[in-house]
């Protein structure tokens, strides 16, 4: 079975500082991993994908992520966060071989001070 | 943005009532699903459709049902709803023809049992 763990439920950032959300995942194949954005009262937008390939991924909003296989991870990053980027993110895995379903974690809702 | 309509919006009911949500895409995509998201467990994968009349369930399939007579709509059903299933309801769609294809999400649908 696949499943994804977010281990900070909170992170407050000051507007400028860099940000990084932590994913670990476990899927037994290899993963197809994602970031999605929601915020408040809206739906999720995905920030970026990882299918194969380059394991440092480019996003929207200037986002990137990073796998390490080695580490079951897909750590999300931003080298200077604006007051926009507050909103709760999620990271999701799915597979090929599962119908493309993905499973989520439970989410980290990031807060940014002026 | 992927052309998915969710209908409702927003929807109060009371106990034991039948509910239906629809989705609606526009995008001619093979995959559908239906999430159900609550504080604290991200998203939880409730039915999901890999063609018309193909359905299968996901981890949270309990008191629900799903049909899907045409490619572009897919109908979730409550057919007695309890206080439990008060959740926000997303439906995600997806191409999954090639290994590049993420999932897109509508806007949801907030449903309160009463």
């Known amino acids: 079975a696949q499943s994804v763990t977010q281990p900070d439920i909170h992170i407050t950032v000051s507007e400028g500082a860099s940000l990084e959300l932590r994913c670990n995942y476990s899927?037994?194949?290899?993963?197809?991993l994602f970031w999605y954005v929601q915020s408040p009262g809206q739906g999720l937008q995905l920030l970026l994908k990882?299918?194969?390939?380059?394991?440092l991924v480019q996003g929207i909003k200037g986002f990137e992520a990073e796998f390490k296989r080695s580490q079951s991870s897909f750590n999300l990053r931003k080298p200077s966060v604006h007051w926009s980027d507050a909103a709760e993110y999620f990271c999701a895995v799915g597979a090929r071989t599962n119908d493309y379903k993905l499973s989520f974690g439970a989410g980290t809702t990031v807060t940014v001070r002026a | 943005d992927a052309g998915i309509t969710q209908s409702p919006r927003h929807k109060v009911t009371e106990t034991g009532t039948p509910v239906t949500l629809r989705c609606h895409q526009t995008e001619n995509h093979r995959y559908m699903y239906w999430y159900r998201q609550d504080p604290g467990h991200g998203l939880r994968l409730i039915h999901y459709s890999y063609g018309v009349k193909d359905t299968d369930k996901g981890e949270v399939s309990d008191g629900y049902s799903v049909s899907r007579s045409k490619t572009e709509d897919f109908l979730l059903t409550l057919e007695s709803a309890t206080s439990s299933q008060t959740s926000v309801y997303f439906c995600?769609?997806?191409?999954?023809?090639?290994?590049?294809?993420?999932?897109?999400f509508g806007d949801g649908t907030r449903l309160s049992i009463l």
């Open positions: 995600a769609i997806s191409d999954g023809g090639g290994d590049n294809q993420p999932q897109h």
């Open positions: 990882y299918f194969s390939g380059d394991t």
């Open positions: 899927y037994g194949a290899t993963p197809y």
